[in-house]
């Protein structure tokens, strides 16, 4: 049998049916202990922060979505990206994009930098950027694609061939795109990260992070971690996300085809300076989005005539988008980067522009969601 497709490893990868029971359903695991029939002889698990059954099936079932051999999943996106981190030594060099999520950037300036891991911020959709900023101790580029909120596309494939060609590895938050869009294992990166809080779990109700890699020495040094530090995701959130990944590619489908509408309408609003979304011929990045996702995702971000003001006036004004951080979720959401997800990079490289205003598109009835956005822009002109 050929291998299942996408949506049929969503649902079967890592939950066959509960062998005891037939539930098909596995039940949700939640003893932190498990019966040994002798000393060092047991299932495969001792302890749940070693080891749970839950979290063991969301790990293979993401693994398989993002095509990789290993999947770590932890207590939250954070949680992960600094295990992740945890590989560097003192005096090594982290390049990251100069538009990264803000708490990557927080992570890797505030709380990595003190212990020795510089960094520096870079525009990773240029190679010649990328050169520059590189260091003979930089041992890790971190790509965003798109990115959180400018929606900018690296091509994975250039900044991989480049950073082997140096010796160092590619780390992909794939958060906005996930692995029904865009796979970045298969362009050469070496790790995939997630915020499992946001497309994987779906609904706003969870707050989860892995990785998935395939280098069996680094799952090693990653799963070491993960015990040794801890940081891991009770099985009720590793059932939620686990449930949620069932319905990734339809709500996909669903976030691209609303977030294309959205994009269009804006892009012809009067009240609208510009719009980013990578399905735009007008954003820079979308022939590499068209060859490397399968759709552009569910994110719109835009600037509004009349700067800070008029986007505070915008972000209070709907009534179905939600003014709330986060994203990824089926209800729509809009949020203000400069004061909310990316208050912690104000002053820094990093500071977003005070028009800019974040959607994320949620699968409601999309002729409702437009009605929103533009008496939201009326009111806020008027
Ligand atoms: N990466 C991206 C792109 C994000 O947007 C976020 C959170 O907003 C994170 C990572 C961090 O994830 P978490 O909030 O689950 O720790």
């Known amino acids: ?72 999943a932890y207590a939250s996106g954070l949680a992960a990206e600094d295990a992740l981190l945890r590989t560097l030594s ?52 971190w790509v965003e694609t798109p990115t959180n909120p400018l929606l900018s596309i690296v091509d994975i494939g250039a900044v991989a061939a480049f950073a082997h060609s140096r010796g160092a590895l590619v780390v992909v938050d794939n958060t906005f795109a996930t692995p029904y869009l865009q796979r970045p294992l298969s362009y050469g990166a070496d ?39 801890g940081a ?13 990944l069932k319905t990734l590619a339809v709500r996909m489908d669903r976030h691209c085809h609303n977030a294309a509408a959205v994009a269009d309408m804006l892009a012809g609003h009067p009240a609208v300076e510009r719009v980013r979304y990578p399905g735009l011929r007008s954003h820079p990045g979308h022939d590499v989005a068209a060859r490397q996702m399968r759709g ?18 915008v972000a209070r004004a709907t009534e179905i988008f939600t003014l709330a951080e986060s994203l990824g979720a089926v209800e729509s959401l809009i949020e203000y980067p400069h004061r909310m997800t990316h208050a912690s990079v104000a002053g820094s490289p990093l500071q977003v522009d005070p028009g800019l205003i974040r959607l994320s598109v949620g699968i409601e009835t999309i002729e409702d969601l437009l009605a929103d956005l533009a008496g939201a822009l009326e009111r806020a002109s008027s």
């Open 1 to 72: 049998m050929p291998e299942p497709g996408f949506e049929t490893r969503a649902i079967h990868a890592g939950q066959p049916p509960d062998p005891a029971t037939g539930a098909v359903v596995p039940p949700v695991s939640f003893s932190t202990t498990f019966a040994q029939e002798a000393v060092g002889r047991h299932r495969g698990f001792e302890y749940a922060r070693s080891a749970n059954p839950t979290r063991q099936a969301l790990e293979t079932c993401l693994a398989s979505l993002e095509g990789g051999a290993h999947g770590l």
């Open 90 to 141: 003192p005096g090594h060099h982290v390049i990251l994009p100069n538009d990264a999520y803000g708490g990557t950037f927080r992570l890797i300036d505030r709380v990595w930098g003190p212990l020795g891991v510089s960094s520096t911020p870079a525009d990773l959709t240029s190679t010649a950027e990328l050169e520059a900023a590189w260091r003979a101790e930089t041992r890790l580029v």
């Open 191 to 229: 790790v995939v990260v997630h915020s499992a809080t946001k497309y994987l779990g779906g609904h706003s109700d969870v707050v989860g992070g892995l990785l998935v890699l395939d280098d069996p020495e680094l799952a090693n040094r990653l799963s070491f971690f993960q015990n040794a530090a």
């Open 232 to 244: 891991v995701p009770g099985p009720m959130d590793c059932y939620l996300v686990l449930r949620g």
């Open 296 to 313: 552009f995702g569910g994110m719109v971000s835009f600037v509004v005539r009349g700067g800070e003001k008029a986007a505070l006036e």
